[in-house]
């Protein structure tokens, strides 16, 4: 048998389809949650979902090209609270387990992300 060749976390999780669906399960999550829909309200939605999709590729190792603004640039003048940061990871792992995959994967995902916070938080 072929050995078992290291595979990116994108890959594992099932490539651009599933990154799309986590992306389409995270904007409809968006839309029923009163808190985070609130910032949302100005955004185009159509640019966040194809800039969020390109994002999410990226970080888990896809072979994407990711050509939305700076996380501080985007998030800059929205003075983010670390409560909503968390509600919005929340919303995340919802549409990740919608998505399909499992409580480690998830996990994988938001170790990549967890450190943007950083540049998310209180701008
Ligand atoms: C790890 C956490 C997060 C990631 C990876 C992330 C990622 C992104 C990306 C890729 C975009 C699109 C960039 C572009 O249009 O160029 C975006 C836009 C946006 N994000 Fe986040 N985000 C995170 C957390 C948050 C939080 C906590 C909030 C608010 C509670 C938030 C609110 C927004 C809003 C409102 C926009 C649209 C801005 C606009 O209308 O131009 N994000 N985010």
Known sequence: APNKVP???YDEIGGMPTVEAITDNLINEISFNETIYRYFKK???????EKFIEHLCVN??????????????VHQGQNISETDFNL???????AMK???????????????LAPMRVEILYK
């Open 43 to 49: 955004t185009n939605i159509r640019r966040f979902r």
């Open 98 to 112: 919608k998505a399909g995959l499992t409580y480690t994967q998830q996990n994988q995902v938001l170790k990549v």
């Open 7 to 9: 595979q990116s976390l």
């Open 60 to 73: 888990t190792g896809g072979p994407c090209i990711y050509t939305g603004d700076t996380m501080l640039r």
């Open 88 to 94: 919005i990871v929340d919303l995340l792992v919802n």
